[in-house]
């Protein structure tokens, strides 16, 4: 993981955009296996990054260029705001529970691959989002034979209080991904803060870019958007 962050392959792929009912645009990089695969098979790695990544994170290309030398097939979702060259177009970002992006990626690999073997593969809250994915009872493509999460946490109640302490730096880390959220938004208040959305919701600007923590943003802004009385809901 370390040797990643210091030395990356590039990896060239093919952005596919998608437009979804509620108006919101979503995108994923589509990248060719490399070498053959060893079963000689059509195989495709469905990756779902972690919280504020895409496939321009570092550890996503690795992994992804590891896959295609071992003759996968890999999709990639660019969480919705993260990718600072494709505009959002709804009142809305990505969201923890919210796997309706994924699952609109899924569809259309499948629409263009249809004889391919897909294993779903998530990080951190992507393995949160692939494993409420495949346990929703939507209708999902046969393709589909596995799931692999990795890092995934478990209970985001409890994580909050102990990422709220300083032993190994939990404070920092907290810190940091709640900064990278709210540059996220800032991004992109335009279309985020419309009137409409901030009466109806009642979220307050000023209070979302106050928040010094994940859970307070959650619950003066992210909650709301997905319809919760509360945060622990």
């Known amino acids: 993981g370390v040797i990643s962050r210091l ?71 660019n969480h919705i705001g993260t990718l600072a060259t494709v505009p959002v177009t709804s009142p809305r970002i990505f ?18 691959f249809p004889n391919t073997t897909m294993v779903c593969v998530g990080f951190s809250m992507g393995g949160n989002l692939i494993t409420k994915y495949l346990g929703e009872p939507r209708v999902k493509p046969d393709n589909i034979v596995a799931g692999i999460s990795v890092c995934q946490g478990y209970d985001a109640n409890r994580a909050m209080q102990m990422l709220l302490e300083w032993k190994g730096f939990r404070r920092l880390y907290i810190y940091a991904m709640t900064e990278n959220m709210k540059s996220i938004i800032r991004r992109w208040h335009s279309a985020l803060f419309t009137e409409d959305i901030k009466r109806k919701l009642g979220i307050t600007e000023r209070q979302v870019y106050n928040s010094a923590t994940l859970q307070e943003l959650d619950d003066v802004y992210t909650r709301k958007l997905a319809g919760f009385n509360n945060v622990t809901d």
């Open 7 to 77: 030395h990356c392959p590039l990896v060239n792929g093919h952005r596919v955009s998608l437009k979804l009912t509620d108006g919101a645009t979503v995108t994923y990089d589509l990248y060719h296996a490399i070498e053959e695969h060893p079963d000689q098979g059509d195989f495709t790695l469905c990756i779902c990054p972690g919280i504020g990544n895409n496939s321009e994170s570092v550890y996503i290309r690795r992994v992804v260029y590891n896959a295609q030398l071992n003759g996968y097939r890999v999709c990639v979702l």
């Open 95 to 112: 969201m923890y529970g919210n796997t309706a992006d994924y699952a609109a990626m899924i569809k259309d690999v499948v629409r263009r």
